[in-house]
C-alpha cells in the first residue's frame, strides 16, 4: 500500500467517526422545522458556524510538532499522539458510564433563534460555532486525523483530500440534511428523523467503538509500533 492510500485508510475511520453526532444533526432538524422557508438559509449559516471551527481545528494541527519527513522519531510528536489517545480514552469512558438520556430529552442547552427575530440569523451562525465547539469526541477525532495528515510525507493534493475528508466527516450531521433538503423537500424531515432516531439509539456503542478502536492506534503510533 502506497504511503498516500495508507494515510488516507487511516483517516477514514476518524472521518467516520466523527460523522456520529446526533446532538449535530438533531439541531439541524430543528433548525429546519422552526425556520420553514428560510430553514435551509438558516441551515447553511448553522454550517458556516461550525465550518469555522473546523477550519481552526485543522490549522491547529499545522502547528503541532509533526515527526520528520524522513520517517524519523520525534518525541514531542509522539506525546501528541499519546495525549490525543488519552482524551479518546477519557471520552470512551464518559460513554461507557454515563447514564443514557432519556427518550426526549436533549443532549446539550443550546441558544435558540425565534424565526422573526431579526437577530436570528446571527444567532445561528452562533448556534453552529457552540454545538461544534462542545461536540468534544468529534473534535478530538478532527484533530488526530488532522495531525495525521499533517504529519504524513505526502503530496498536497492528497494532504488537501485528506484535510477535505476530514472536515466532511465532522459536518455531515449538517450537510446531510442541507443536501436530503435540496434533493427530496418533501421526504427530507420525515426521513432525516428516521436516521437521527437510529443514531440516537446506536450512537452511544459506535462513539465508544470507534473512540477506542482510534486510541489504539494513537497509542501503536506514539510508542512506535505503526
Not at 498536497?156 to 466527516?169: F, H
Amino acid at each position: 500500500m502506497s504511503n498516500s492510500a495508507a494515510v488516507l485508510f487511516h483517516i477514514l475511520p476518524l472521518a467516520l467517526g466523527a460523522a456520529v453526532s446526533p446532538a449535530l444533526l438533531g439541531a439541524s432538524l430543528e433548525l429546519l422545522a422552526r425556520f420553514g422557508r428560510r430553514g435551509v438559509r438558516m441551515l447553511l449559516l448553522y454550517l458556516l458556524g461550525a465550518a469555522l471551527v473546523v477550519a481552526s481545528v485543522v490549522a491547529i494541527s499545522l502547528v503541532l510538532p509533526q515527526k520528520p519527513a524522513a520517517g524519523g522519531s520525534s518525541i514531542i510528536s509522539d506525546i501528541v499522539d499519546i495525549a490525543l489517545a488519552a482524551l479518546l480514552l477519557v471520552i470512551a469512558g464518559v460513554l461507557i458510564f454515563r447514564r443514557p438520556a432519556t427518550a426526549g430529552a436533549s443532549a446539550k442547552p443550546a441558544p435558540k433563534a425565534h424565526p422573526q427575530s431579526k437577530w436570528a440569523g446571527v444567532v445561528v451562525l452562533g448556534l453552529g460555532v457552540f454545538m461544534m465547539v462542545t461536540n468534544f469526541s468529534t473534535l478530538v477525532l478532527l484533530l488526530a486525523g488532522s495531525h495525521e495528515v499533517t504529519s504524513a510525507s505526502v503530496a498536497p493534493v492528497i494532504r488537501g483530500l485528506g484535510y477535505g475528508l476530514l472536515a466532511v466527516g465532522a459536518l455531515a450531521p449538517i450537510l446531510l440534511p442541507l443536501v436530503w433538503m435540496l434533493v427530496r423537500p418533501a421526504a427530507a424531515t420525515r426521513d432525516l428523523g428516521r436516521i437521527n432516531d437510529a443514531i440516537t439509539r446506536h450512537g452511544r456503542a459506535i462513539g465508544i467503538v470507534v473512540s477506542l478502536a482510534t486510541a489504539a492506534y494513537l497509542l501503536a503510533r506514539g510508542f512506535g509500533l505503526v
